[in-house]
C-alpha cells in the first residue's frame, strides 16, 4: 500500500514533464529562506541608509539655520552696544563708552577693532593715558588689516606727545566754541577753510567735531572737499563716519557726486553701506538708480528696500510695470507694499479685484485698509458686496476694521445672513471703541 507522500511524489511526476524543478527538499527550501530574509536585512539596511542620511541632511540644515540665527543675534546685540558706546562719547560719559565698548571687544566681532580705538579714546579723555597706548598697541596686533591704524597712530601720537600728569576731560564750553567756530565755515573761502577742516578730521577731535567738520565740508564746491567725502563714504578712512558721508553727498552732491554713490553701490560687500546709498539715492532723488536695484539686485533683502524706497519715491508707474512682469510671489508682494506706501488705491484695487493668486489678491484686500475716507471705504465695501467667497470676505472685514470704518462693520452685521461672518464684523466692532460701534453692541444687548 502506498503512503500519501508516494501518491504525492507520484502524482507530481506525473503531472510535470520536468519534475526536477518542481521537487525541493527541505533544505533547499531553508536555503532559499535564509536567502530571501538576507536579501531583505540588505533591503531594509538599505532603506535604513538612506533613512538615516536624510535626517542627517536636516539635522545638519537645522544647525546651519541656527548657526546663522545666532549670528545675526549676535551682530545684533553687538551693534547696539557699539552704538551705546558711541552715544556715551557724544555725550562726554567716558566711563559708559569704556563699559559699552567692552562689551563689543569681548565679542570679537567686525566692529571689535573700532571698539578698541574708541576704548581708548575714552581712556586718555579720562586721564589714563598708559592704559590707552596699551589699547592702541593691542589694537594693532589684533588687527594689522584694520581700516583703524590710521587713526590709531595719530591717537598715540598725541597721547605720547602730552605731559606727564593726568589730564581731565575736556570742558563742554571749549568744545562748543568749536563747533561755532566751524559753523562760521561756512560763510568763508573754501580754498582756506578746507584745509582747516580736513586737518581736524584727520586728527582725534570728538565725534560732534568730526560729524560737524564732515557737514561743512560737504556743502562746500571745492573739489578737493568732495574729493575728501569721497573717501570717507567709500570707507577709506575714518570708518564711523562713512554712512554720514554717503547720506550728505546725497544732499548736497551734484552730479560728481552721485556718480561716486553709483560707485560705491556697486564695489561695496557690505549690505548696509548699500541700504545707506539706497536711502541717499531716494534723498537725491535718483529714481532711475533705485529702480535699476531694484531690478537687478540680487540680494533679496536690498531688493526689497530698493523696492520700498521706490514707494516713499511715488514711483508707481515703475512699481506697477515691475509687478506685472514679476513671477515670483514674495517680490509682489514687496511691489505691493510699496504700491501702498506710495498711495496708489486704484492699482491695489486692481489687484484685489483681478489677482489669480488667491494669497496676493487677500493681501491686497487687507492692504486696502490702510486707505482711508470715503474712496477707501467705498473699495472695501465693493470688495464685499461683490463677493461670495469666505477668504475674500474676511479679508475685506479685516480691511475695514484697520480703516476705524464703523458704519461699514455696522452696515454688514445687520445684512450679513452667514451667522460666522456676522460674528466676525461683531467681533471687529466689540475692539474699535468708537461710540457707533458702542451703540450697536449695547443694541444687540437689548434684542
Known amino acids: 500500500m502506498m503512503t500519501v507522500g508516494a501518491v504525492l511524489v507520484a502524482w ?18 531553508q536555503v532559499r529562506a535564509r536567502e530571501a530574509q538576507a536579501a531583505a536585512a540588505q533591503d531594509a539596511a538599505r532603506q535604513q541608509a538612506r533613512l538615516d542620511g536624510h535626517a542627517r541632511e536636516e539635522q545638519e540644515k537645522a544647525r546651519e539655520e541656527n548657526r546663522k540665527a545666532r549670528e545675526e543675534q549676535q551682530k545684533a546685540a553687538e551693534e547696539d ?42 581712556k586718555n579723555k579720562l586721564g589714563r593715558r598708559d592704559e ?50 566751524i559753523n562760521g565755515l561756512l560763510n568763508t573761502d573754501p580754498e582756506r577753510a578746507v584745509p582747516m577742516l580736513e586737518k581736524l578730521l584727520q586728527g582725534t577731535p570728538s565725534r560732534k567735531l568730526q560729524d560737524r567738520a564732515l557737514f561743512v565740508l560737504s556743502q562746500s564746491g571745492s573739489p ?33 557726486s552721485r556718480q561716486a554713490l553709483v560707485q560705491i553701490y ?42 520700498h524706497t521706490l514707494g516713499v ?39 484685489a479685484k483681478a489677482e489669480k493668486d ?20 467705498d473699495a472695501v465695501m465693493e470688495m464685499y458686496k461683490g463677493e461670495t467667497d469666505r477668504r475674500v470676505r474676511e479679508a475685506a472685514l479685516q480691511a475695514l476694521f484697520v480703516q476705524g470704518n464703523a458704519p461699514g462693520l455696522i452696515e454688514i452685521a445687520r445684512a450679513e445672513k452667514d451667522p460666522e461672518l456676522k460674528k466676525r464684523a461683531v467681533t471687529h466692532l466689540s475692539h474699535m471703541g468708537s461710540k457707533e460701534a458702542t451703540d450697536f453692541l449695547i443694541e444687540i444687548l437689548n434684542r
Open 12 to 29: 507530481t511526476l506525473a503531472s510535470d514533464p520536468d519534475p526536477v524543478d518542481r521537487l525541493v527538499t527541505p533544505a533547499e527550501e
Open 81 to 122: 552696544q557699539y552704538e551705546r558706546g558711541t552715544r556715551a562719547l557724544d555725550e562726554g560719559a567716558w566711563d559708559k563708552a569704556v563699559e559699552a565698548f567692552d562689551d563689543v571687544i569681548e565679542a570679537k566681532g567686525r566692529r571689535a577693532d573700532g571698539a578698541l580705538y574708541w576704548k581708548a579714546y575714552a
Open 132 to 181: 590707552a597706548l596699551t589699547l592702541l598697541g593691542e589694537l594693532g596686533r589684533a588687527y594689522p588689516q584694520s581700516r583703524w591704524l590710521k587713526e590709531v597712530r595719530a591717537l598715540d601720537v598725541e597721547i605720547r606727545q602730552q605731559s606727564g600728569q593726568a589730564t581731565r576731560p575736556e570742558n563742554v564750553d571749549d568744545e562748543d566754541l568749536k563747533v561755532m567756530a
Open 224 to 256: 578737493r572737499a568732495r574729493e575728501i567725502v569721497v573717501k570717507i563714504a567709500q570707507g577709506d578712512t575714518q570708518p564711523d563716519l562713512q554712512r554720514k558721508a554717503i547720506q550728505y553727498l546725497g544732499m548736497f552732491g551734484g552730479k560728481e
Open 266 to 307: 556697486a564695489t561695496s560687500t557690505e549690505r548696509s553701506v548699500k541700504k545707506s546709498v539706497l536711502q541717499a539715492f531716494m534723498v537725491s532723488g535718483e529714481k532711475d538708480r533705485v529702480l535699476e536695484a531694484a531690478r537687478s539686485e540680487k540680494d533679496p533683502e536690498l531688493r526689497r528696500d530698493a523696492i
Open 313 to 351: 519715491m511715488g514711483a508707481q508707474a515703475e512699481l506697477w510695470t515691475m509687478y506685472q512682469a514679476e513671477t515670483v510671489s514674495a517680490t509682489k508682494k514687496a511691489v505691493l507694499q510699496a504700491l501702498a506706501v506710495g498711495g496708489a488705491i486704484d492699482r491695489i484695487l486692481e489687484v
Open 358 to 377: 488667491p494669497e496676493i489678491r487677500l493681501d491686497a484686500i487687507q492692504k486696502l485698509g490702510i486707505f482711508g475716507g470715503k474712496r477707501g471705504a
